[in-house]
């Protein structure tokens, strides 16, 4: 089964995400592909949405943000996107206060993930407020290098508002932060698109190299592994796994647990019903082939 493609639209607020939006789905309607977009807002009414033409499938997620007090909503209407609809391309404008890693987490349902390729993080700078970000919060100020630090692809908007020498040191700063995501200076996010299409978060790694900075991995278990065994390969782990979450079952237990793992921290809740046993890993810089090795020998350790 074909997956479905899926690009994270991130960046402050007024940074140009909606106008790259309506590029994306002119490009899109150009080559006649089966799109959808869902659009986050922290407050109750939809600004943006008349960017989506009709015949485009529209979710709209208000009153809140989706990588916290809204969780559960995104997760219902991605499902119903992908039972209904079967869209070809998923494109999140994610609302301006988002941080990259609760984003990607809120999307990767176990549920689904195995139906989704995440194509990567596009992060949308204004370059003249790039410039004056001590004048912000600290944590405004904190936001903002996180959404540029895992960006797949970085447009810094506003150009024409910035001396020569500021724009160069806008890319070296940024370049500094992220030297993986390509960057590129822009008037109102004027991109050429096929560089965005070249992009890929689950790419192929080559020569051991993973060469983007967040990506993910998703696991499905066929039989009940041993408790212990999974708790040796949690305590394992690399720093640079930031989430995992996902159903297991273990020899001991007719029935799933849910797991959940972040910062560290394992929790596991007790499921009445059983779930597709599908683990869904987060991280940075991470080799998957050898999580993928060991997750692979828990399921041949015998019963116990």
């Known amino acids: 089964m074909k997956k479905t493609e899926v690009y994270i639209l991130s960046g402050f607020l007024g940074s140009g995400k909606t106008t790259l939006l309506k590029r994306l789905l002119e ?24 960017v989506v033409e009709e015949d485009v499938s529209l979710k709209e997620l208000l009153g809140g943000c989706i990588c916290c007090s809204i969780q559960d ?29 609760e984003v990607l987490d809120s999307i990767l349902s176990p549920l ?61 700063e940024m370049q500094g932060l992220n030297s993986k995501a390509p960057c590129l200076l822009t008037n109102y996010s004027k991109v050429p698109i096929e560089k965005l299409r070249n992009l890929a978060l689950d790419a192929k790694k080559e020569s051991g190299h993973i060469h983007l900075n967040l990506s993910t991995f998703v696991y499905q278990f066929h039989k009940p592994i041993s408790e212990t065994g999974f708790e040796e390969f949690l305590k394992n782990l690399p720093d640079t796994i930031y989430r ?17 793992y972040a910062y560290g921290m394992p929790l596991y809740m007790k499921e009445y019903m059983n779930r597709r046993l599908n683990l869904v890993f987060i991280g940075e810089n991470v080799n998957w082939s050898t999580i993928k090795e060991k997750l692979a020998s828990l399921q041949e350790q015998p019963t116990q």
């Open 73 to 101: 909503k995104l997760e219902e209407q991605l499902q119903e996107l992908l039972i209904e609809e079967h869209p070809e391309v998923i494109y999140i404008e994610t609302t301006g206060a988002a941080h990259p890693v």
């Open 27 to 50: 490009d899109e309607r150009s080559h006649g592909r089966k799109v959808a977009v869902l659009m986050n807002e922290l407050g109750q009414v939809s600004i943006d949405s008349d």
């Open 244 to 260: 995992i979450k996902g159903y297991l079952k273990f020899q001991h237990s007719e029935q799933p647990f849910l797991f959940q």
């Open 112 to 172: 689904f993930a195995d139906q989704l390729f995440i194509k990567g993080i596009i992060t949308t700078v204004d370059g003249t407020r790039w410039k004056d970000r001590k004048m912000l919060s600290p944590d405004l100020q904190q936001l903002i290098l996180e959404q540029v630090r895992n960006a797949d692809f970085i447009l810094i908007n506003k150009f024409d508002y910035l001396a020569e020498n500021e724009q160069a040191q806008l890319i070296f």
